[in-house]
């Protein structure tokens, strides 16, 4: 097994041999290029958008600055929505679903390093897979940490961390990252809070 697929397989490896080190900066001169696109040259950010990202549906829309270590890692659903500065360290795969609505400064990491001084001073890392389900809202300023498994219809509050799994259908928030309730039909009819739609076009 060379390097690239040690880190694929969520092996301990050694990130600049077997090419890995060229790879990551192939994909820091596309990234450089997209966050210094003139912001009327949509046409073009799209497109390079989709030559960064590995895998996507329809509707891909990312607000630079942008940043990533690989992109080809990346897979996301259709509808895929993220703000300003989101930050994903994709040494090992990232899989989110479709709807995933991601606010200003998240970073997703896949990426660490062994606790121990001596293990860490290595150069050995390692990169543990995060998978985040269809419909997720994640908060501002949240972090995801390696191998965290997000359910279905999640919405996470700003500044959290993620620390562990978390399941389907419910509200979670803090440092570390808990549930903090399960999301229900009675909020089908709230916009912010207790403050009710005023319009009948939002089901």
């Given at each position: ?25 192939e994909?820091k ?15 073009e ?28 890692n ?11 500065n ?42 543990i ?25 999640v ?32 909020d ?16």
């Amino acid at each position: 097994m060379n390097q690239k697929e040690r880190m694929l397989a969520n092996l301990p490896y050694k990130a600049w041999l077997d090419g890995l080190a060229e790879e990551r900066l192939e994909n820091k001169k596309r990234i450089y290029r997209y966050n210094n696109l003139p912001p009327e040259k949509e046409k073009e950010q799209a497109e390079l958008i989709r030559e960064i990202i590995g895998k996507h549906g329809e509707n891909l829309a990312i607000e630079p600055p942008f940043h990533c270590d690989y992109g080809s890692n990346i897979e996301v659903g259709e509808n895929f929505f993220a703000n300003y500065n989101l930050t994903i360290l994709d040494v090992g795969r990232v899989r989110i679903g479709k709807n995933a609505q991601i606010a200003p400064n998240v970073s997703i990491y896949t990426a660490g390093h062994p606790i121990h001084p001596d293990s860490r001073n290595s150069g050995y890392e390692y990169g543990i897979d995060v998978t985040i389900g269809d419909n997720v809202w994640i908060g501002g300023s949240s972090v995801i940490n390696p191998g965290v498994t997000i359910g279905d219809n999640v919405v996470i509050g700003s500044g959290s961390v993620v620390t562990k799994d978390l399941p389907d259908n419910v509200v979670a928030a803090g440092n570390p990252c808990r549930v903090i309730r399960a999301i229900t039909e009675e909020d089908r009819k709230y916009y912010f809070k207790d403050r009710e739609f005023d319009v009948e076009d939002y089901r």
